[in-house]
C-alpha cells in the first residue's frame, strides 16, 4: 500500500472514494453520487479497494468517516484513496479518467466479487432473503 507524502502535489493525483457515494441505499442528499441503478447494495472498504487493487490501481484505506453518515458503526467506516494520475500528470490508467469512471467501475464490480456472489446468485433478493432468515432466529431465541 502506498502512502501520500506531505507534499500537496501528491494529494492532487488522489481521489477520495467513500462508499456511501456508490450506496444505492443512499438518496443523493444523503450523499450518493452515482443513478440508483449503477449503485450497488452497502458496498464497504474493503469491497472498493480489492475491485481497485485487482484493476491494477494504487490505492490504500483511511480511518475516516463520510460527513453524511450518521451510522457510525465500523461497517460503514472508512475512505479509499485512489491514485488517478503519474507525478507527470498522466493517468495511471486510461480507463480511469474522472472520479466517475472510477465510481462507475467499482460499483459495476463490487456485486461480482466472490464474496458477494456465494450468497446465493448475488441479486437484491437473496440478500432480502438472508436478513429475513436471520430475524426469524432471533424470533426463535
Not at 452497502?42 to 479497494?49: D, H, K, Q, V
Not at 451510522?71 to 503519474?86: A, E, I, P, Y
Not at 448475488?122 to 432466529?137: F, I, L, N, P, R
Request: charged share 30%.
Amino acid at each position: 500500500m502506498a502512502h501520500l507524502t506531505q507534499n500537496p502535489a501528491d494529494k492532487e493525483r488522489f481521489i477520495c472514494v467513500y462508499p456511501i457515494y456508490i450506496n444505492s441505499k443512499k438518496t443523493l442528499a444523503e450523499g450518493r453520487r452515482i443513478p440508483t441503478e449503477k449503485a450497488v447494495e452497502n458496498p464497504s472498504c474493503a469491497e472498493i479497494r480489492d475491485v481497485l487493487t485487482a484493476a491494477g490501481m494504487n490505492v490504500y484505506v483511511e480511518n475516516k468517516m463520510h460527513p453524511r453518515e450518521w451510522n457510525r458503526d465500523v461497517q460503514f467506516r472508512g475512505r479509499v484513496r485512489v491514485q488517478m494520475k503519474q507525478a507527470d500528470g498522466s493517468f495511471c490508467q486510461e480507463k480511469f479518467t474522472s472520479r466517475k469512471d472510477v465510481m462507475f467501475y467499482v460499483a459495476e464490480m463490487i456485486p461480482k466479487l466472490k464474496t458477494r456472489t456465494q450468497k446465493g446468485g448475488g441479486s437484491d433478493t437473496s440478500s432480502q432473503q438472508g436478513e429475513g432468515g436471520k430475524k426469524s432466529k432471533k424470533k426463535k431465541k
